[in-house]
């Protein structure tokens, strides 16, 4: 029995791009984004967006976006799940870690910076190392010496034993000199499936730094690695199999995908030029810099779209940080939610059942195409200034800086929503507790780069208004009925509440005098103008007055547009942090 072929779109007439521009230009015309004086020609450039390293993304993608290029995908069909521990006990380490790998984690990345070389035992207690991959992160700076004593005690952990690793990492500098060199060829002979380097790019995405910045610094990070290793005597083959990079995954799912793409395509083109294999084994970890304090658990959510992208993205292994790392030392709930992502994501989603999911997709490939073509641009301007180590005094920090700036104004302007924190807080909240410590992955010294998240000077604004005796508080003069007032006082209230500050309301209502009294009551010197255009009309003017007259200090207008005597507006796109700052001192609360 023959099956004909099944056609989708049978039946349909064929479309075309300025069909779709002709349709999409009617409903941007109705909602006022479009004038009604603009042509088909303008749809497209109104419904791009551009990313932080100038991408711009298109909403319609058609087969002239895919670019000629090789596709090159993680080995194996699944991905390696690699907790985290930075416990500072070794017994409770040890636990953590026993616990993970019967419930479902396959290798483990160790930070030993509050332990040292001799803790090793004790933490390794118990853990079958010919089984369980193990990743050493020593802290202090790959660079320094307790790396190369971690390392060299872990080497030595497994001569004891008798076992040979089935990978992990031993996360040494290469450049540190010669002893560092000597423990890579001991690698090299005692322990082939082991790797010695760590090209680690979330220094420069914790920084604030973009996808093509982390990219082309990781690029060039590597080409240093390489040089080290190969001007020490290790052979290029060698020198690429001692090396895993390690990069940031973030909730943008399709910038992580492309990300992690074109970081396999950059070194690609590095490894046939060098005449070597071309491989690139990477390690993705939940960025950092997206994770809150404020409402924590939106962090689980941030986390499994981060986990997607960096499966979908061919990652060789990925860490899944616990949603309450930015609070402390995760608990034994925390690593739970972090390592069954990982198994909703693989056993129950089969995302890790094709090798390239994205692969073939127009915007996913064109995406790719175009990181890959600004980072190797970046990566060669980082050369032409003499290599990572050079650009790391000046150049690169500049350039991160700048980055930086462009995303502190979008979030300040909630162009960049943060969920939990500049949107939707939750000001009743109750935080979990958790002892202190290094709970989240904090990156090694990579020349005096900053670290942030992106939620930090929001989350600063809400624990000022938690350390006062009483909560700040505004009023909200809501002009009118119900249906009128709502839009604009949920918006204003929501805006409020991101710095921690609490709303009052007027209730419904025209009566000037009796929303003057309403304040009055509240016993806040800032005020709040809420309702419609046409009711700010009306009634605005009256209302301003009368606040003024009662003693308002400040008098903003939910909306734009000139209405009465009012102070300033707030409207989308506003400057919140500014809004949020300025509330404070009308409200006499130190900063």
């Known amino acids: ?29 109705k909602s006022g984004v479009l004038g009604e004086d ?12 551009t990313t932080h390293d100038g991408v711009t993304i298109a909403p319609l993608h058609d087969a002239a976006a895919l670019p000629a290029a090789p596709r090159i995908v993680r080995q194996g069909d699944r991905w390696d799940v690699r907790q985290r521990h930075a416990h500072p006990d070794p017994a409770v380490t040890n636990e953590a870690v026993l616990s993970d790998l019967e419930n479902g984690v396959t290798s483990i990345w160790l930070d030993l910076s509050a332990h040292g070389p ?49 990978g992990g990492n031993l996360g040494l500098d290469p450049s540190a000199g010669p002893e560092t060199i000597s423990l890579l060829r001991r690698c090299l002979a005692e322990q082939p499936s082991l790797r010695g380097v760590v ?18 610094c990781s690029i060039a990070a590597g080409v240093a690695a390489l040089r080290s290793m190969t001007d020490a005597g290790l052979e290029v083959e060698q020198a ?72 979908v993205g061919g990652a060789d292994a990925v860490t899944v940080q616990p949603f309450d790392a ?30 390239d999911p994205a692969g073939g997709s127009w915007y996913v490939e064109r995406l790719t195409a175009d990181l890959a073509g600004r980072a190797w641009a970046w990566f060669q301007e980082i050369e032409r200034a003499g290599g990572i180590a050079a650009a790391r005094e000046r150049l690169v920090p500049e350039r991160i800086a700048a980055t930086r700036a462009r995303r502190a104004r979008d979030v ?21 507790v958790r002892q202190s410590g290094p709970g989240l992955a904090r990156p090694v010294e990579p020349g005096g780069l900053p670290q942030i998240r992106y939620a930090e000077e929001f989350e600063a604004l809400r624990d000022l208004a938690d350390a006062q005796a009483e909560r700040p508080k505004v009023f909200l003069a809501t002009i009118g009925p119900v249906a009128a007032h709502t839009a604009r006082a949920t918006f204003a209230a929501n805006l409020f509440a991101a710095g921690g500050i609490a709303a009052v309301t007027s209730g419904p209502g025209t009566d000037s005098a009796a929303i003057a009294e309403a304040f009055r009551a509240a016993g806040t010197p800032v005020a709040c103008l809420c309702s419609s255009d046409r009711l700010y009309g009306e009634h605005a ?43 404070f001192d009308d409200l006499g609360v130190a900063r």
């Open 38 to 49: 603009a042509t088909p020609a303008a749809v497209e450039e109104a419904l791009s967006s």
């Open 541 to 583: 003017a009256a209302v301003a007055a009368a606040l003024r007259e009662a003693g308002a200090r400040r008098i903003w207008l939910a909306g734009k547009g000139e209405h009465g005597d009012v102070d300033a507006n707030l409207h989308a796109g506003c400057d919140a942090l500014d809004v949020l700052r300025t509330t």
């Open 326 to 355: 930015c609070l402390g030392l995760p608990d034994a709930f925390a690593r739970r939610i972090a390592r069954n992502t990982h198994s909703l994501l693989v056993e129950e989603s089969g995302v890790a059942r094709v090798a």
């Open 118 to 166: 001799d803790a090793l035992p004790r933490v390794l207690d118990g853990v079958h190392l010919d089984l369980a991959p193990v990743v050493l992160d020593a802290g202090a700076g790959a660079s320094g010496v307790q790396p190369i004593r971690v390392a060299g005690a872990y080497l030595d952990l497994l001569a004891e034993r008798g076992v040979t690793a089935p």
């Open 199 to 216: 090209v680690d790019a979330l220094p420069y995405h914790d920084a604030g730094g973009s996808d093509v910045e982390e990219l082309g």
């Open 240 to 311: 690429i199999g001692l090396l895993e990079f390690r990069y940031a995954a973030t909730a943008d799912q399709f910038l992580t995908i492309a990300k992690l793409r074109a970081a396999r395509r950059l070194w690609a083109r590095v490894a046939e030029v060098v005449g070597g294999p071309i491989e690139q084994l990477q390690h993705a970890v939940t960025s950092s810099a997206m994770m809150t304090v404020r409402d924590p658990w939106v962090n689980m959510l941030r986390t499994t779209l981060a986990c997607f992208g960096a499966g």
């Open 1 to 29: 029995m023959t099956v004909p072929p099944l056609e989708i779109a049978s039946g349909f007439p064929p479309g075309s791009r300025e069909q779709w521009r002709t349709l999409a230009l009617g409903v941007l015309r």
């Open 412 to 432: 300040a302007h909630r162009r960049d929503p943060i969920t939990g924190v500049s949107e939707f807080p939750n000001l009743a909240e109750k935080l979990p």
